[in-house]
């Protein structure tokens, strides 16, 4: 017989059923800035100039305030304009974070993301694999994006743009890499970073009606079976 005991507990497992659905989050490959609806970005000019050597780790913030620490496994980085030091396939002038023969690439952020993304180009000519893991707080992979690319001389910005969204604002580090070149080392080079800061806004992420429905639900339910219990 159906109890208001057993309608209580069919309330308090649909509303854990409801924060389940609402706090998984799941990564998704972006291939376009426009399809990551970025709100920051991470503008590599602003750590140093033309052809500067930074260096292994350092420290950065995006254009919005966000910090963040940027290292790689070993050696230093380099600062590095397209056409002028960087003979590659970005866009004439772009201000470039060149892994200058090391990486993966590591960004651990101050705050949680729920989205990142960027331009890159292996610096050897040839096909490459690019790839992006997405790590919460407790340094649990939340998942991994690849995409592949093909690196040459044009110029043209025809640099293939990868990105990993998630359905909430739990990003707190990624690692860029390679995860194949037809040359090696497995060094590379990427674009300013956009960045979507605010889960709130991502449309993949539930509505907060939704979680009020499910509960409603379940308060519904538990009211009908102690009505049937009398």
């Given at each position: 017989m159906l109890t208001m005991k057993s309608g209580?507990?069919?309330?308090?497992?649909?509303?854990?059923?409801?924060?389940?659905?609402?706090?998984?989050?799941?990564?998704t490959l972006v291939t376009s800035g426009a399809a990551l609806?970025?709100?920051?970005?991470?503008?590599?000019s602003s750590i140093g100039s033309n052809g500067d050597?930074?260096?292994?780790?350092?420290?950065?913030?995006?254009?919005?305030?966000?910090?963040?620490s940027i290292s790689q496994i070993g050696g230093d980085f380099?600062?590095?304009?397209?056409?002028?030091?960087?003979?590659?396939?970005?866009?004439?002038?772009?201000?470039?974070?060149w892994t200058g023969g090391g990486g993966p690439l590591t960004i651990m952020f101050a705050n949680p993301?729920?989205?990142?993304?960027?331009?890159?180009?292996?610096?050897?000519?040839?096909?490459?694999?690019a790839e992006i893991d997405a790590y919460d707080?407790?340094?649990?992979?939340?998942?991994?994006?690849?995409?592949?690319?093909?690196?040459?001389?044009?110029?043209?910005n025809s640099a293939i743009y990868i990105g990993a969204s998630s359905s909430s604002a739990d990003i707190s580090k990624v690692v860029i890499s390679l995860?194949?070149?037809?040359?090696?080392?497995?060094?590379?080079?990427?674009?300013?970073?956009d960045l979507f800061t605010d889960g709130r806004s991502?449309?993949?992420?539930?509505?907060?009606?939704?979680?009020?429905?499910?509960?409603?639900m379940g308060i519904s339910g538990a009211g009908l079976l102690a009505r049937r219990r009398k």
């Open positions: 209580l507990s069919m309330l308090i497992g649909i509303t854990a059923l409801g924060l389940s659905l609402t706090s998984q989050a799941s990564i609806g970025g709100n920051d970005m991470i503008d590599w050597t930074i260096s292994n780790p350092f420290s950065a913030n995006s254009v919005g305030g966000l910090g963040m380099q600062r590095i304009d397209q056409s002028s030091g960087w003979s590659g396939n970005f866009a004439a002038g772009d201000k470039l974070l993301i729920s989205g990142i993304g960027t331009q890159i180009q292996a610096n050897f000519f040839g096909a490459f694999g707080s407790l340094d649990n992979l939340l998942g991994s994006v690849n995409d592949d690319g093909s690196s040459n001389s044009f110029g043209d995860s194949y070149a037809a040359s090696q080392p497995g060094d590379f080079a990427i674009k300013t970073a991502n449309p993949a992420t539930p509505e907060p009606g939704s979680m009020a429905i499910v509960v409603g």
